[in-house]
Every structure is written in C-alpha cells, then in structure tokens.
T-cell receptor, first 113, second 113 residues
Framework: QQQVKQSPQSLIVQKGGISIINCAYE??????FPWYQQFPGKGPALLIA?????SEKKEGRFTISFNKSAKQFSLHIMDSQPGDSATYFC????????????FGTGTRLKVLA | EAGVAQSPRYKIIEKRQSVAFWCNPI?????LYWYQQILGQGPKLLIQ????????DSQLPKDRFSAERLKGVDSTLKIQPAKLEDSAVYLC???????????FGPGTRLTVT
C-alpha cells in the first residue's frame, strides 16, 4: 500500500512534442504529490507539486493532472525540449505523520532535437 | 542561498570495509533526510532527523548502517561493514521542518567491490 507505480520506464519524444508520465498510488492517506527532475550526476530537484484539492496545476510548460478517485496523477511536459532530457520521479507523501516521500521508479526522458 | 552539500562525491571501497558520508543541509533547515538510490530506482528513505532526533529510521539496516546529526546541523551516515549490494548513490536532503518541500544534495556515489 506504500508503493507508487510509475510508467513508462523510458520515453523518447521529438522536440516540440508532449511528454506524458503517469503515476498511481494506493494509500489514500497520501495528500501531497511532487515531481522531481534529476540530471545525471545531480540530486533530484523539485519541479512541481500538487495537493488533492485541485485537479490540475500548471507551471510554465509543466502541468500536473490529478485524479483523486482513480488515485492517479500525471506530468505533462508541453513543447518538450532537448534540455528536458532527464529522469523524472513522482513521489507521494502524507502531510500527517513523518512526511516520508515514497518515490516512483523513475522515467528516463529523451527529447530528440 | 547555498544548497545541500555532500562529500565525498565518489567513493570506491572493498566489501567489508567501512565508509562515511557527510552532509551539510541548507542553513536553517531543521529536517534532514538520507536516501539510498540504487541504479534505475527511485530514492528510498533510510533515515529522517528532526533537529537532533530521529523521526523515522524504519528502513535503515541498523546492523551495518548508522547515522547521526550533531547539534542539529551536519550529519554523517556510516556503513560498516559494506556489502556489494550497498553500491548506490546516497542522497542527503533537507527541509525547513516537517513540511513538504525537500531539497536534495548532489549525492555520493558508492561502489563496493
């Protein structure tokens, strides 16, 4: 029940295309869902995050869509650029308790120029 | 604002040897986390500190791993003795408190031969 399932494992997108990464969770106590971006040799960096009181959050080219009833959330990268090539991790946490993050397994995104 | 600092960046040791990693969190951040990231997987929380105290160490292999946070600032993570399966990147993260946004350091890549 603590798992966060992420798909796809890898993704290749043409420059200017839309990249979509999906995550699903089981624990209904989760109420905070961040996405992290990680470049090789670097630590993960917070990209965007959402709470279940909204169904969508947009920051620039990055959008999180959240479906509370399905217990799923996804990251959409619009107008994907080669500089977006990185590994993306979704995570889930509960704002009560220890706020421990449960990370997905990651999606390696490659945007072709 | 300086980010989370970690050292060393890389370490190669033989199995059964010991190793220690150091982390300096963002100034003023009371909560500190150590994660283990095995190649191709998402980060897994090993231990979480709130100031000097341990909040969660449920996934820390206590027979070989230990961690401390002196004076509620810097932290060290030690492995003794190391096993081949400990080869991973060890990430340190910090946050202002038991809130959500966690900021990660660059990690220490450990190779156990």
């Amino acid at each position: 029940q603590q798992q966060v399932k992420q798909s796809p494992q890898s993704l290749i997108v043409q420059k200017g295309g839309i990249s979509i990464i999906n995550c699903a969770y089981e624990n209904t106590a989760f109420d905070y869902f961040p996405w992290y971006q990680q470049f090789p040799g670097k630590g993960p960096a917070l990209l965007i995050a959402i709470r279940p009181d909204v169904s969508e959050k947009k920051e620039g080219r990055f959008t999180i869509s959240f479906n509370k009833s399905a217990k799923q959330f996804s990251l959409h990268i619009m107008d994907s650029q080669p500089g977006d090539s990185a590994t993306y991790f979704c995570a889930a946490s509960s704002t009560s308790g220890t706020y421990k993050y449960i990370f997905g397994t990651g999606t390696r995104l490659k945007v072709l120029a | 604002e300086a980010g989370v600092a970690q050292s060393p960046r890389y370490k190669i040791i033989e199995k059964r040897q010991s190793v220690a990693f150091w982390c300096n969190p963002i100034s003023g951040h009371a909560t500190l986390y150590w994660y283990q990231q095995i190649l191709g997987q998402g980060p897994k929380l090993l231990i979480q500190f709130q100031n000097n105290g341990v909040v969660d160490d449920s996934q820390l292999p206590k027979d070989r791993f230990s961690a401390e946070r002196l004076k509620g600032v810097d932290s060290t993570l030690k492995i003794q003795p190391a096993k081949l399966e400990d080869s991973a990147v060890y990430l340190c993260a910090s946050s202002l408190g038991p809130v959500i946004e966690q900021y990660f350091g660059p990690g220490t890549r450990l190779t156990v031969t």
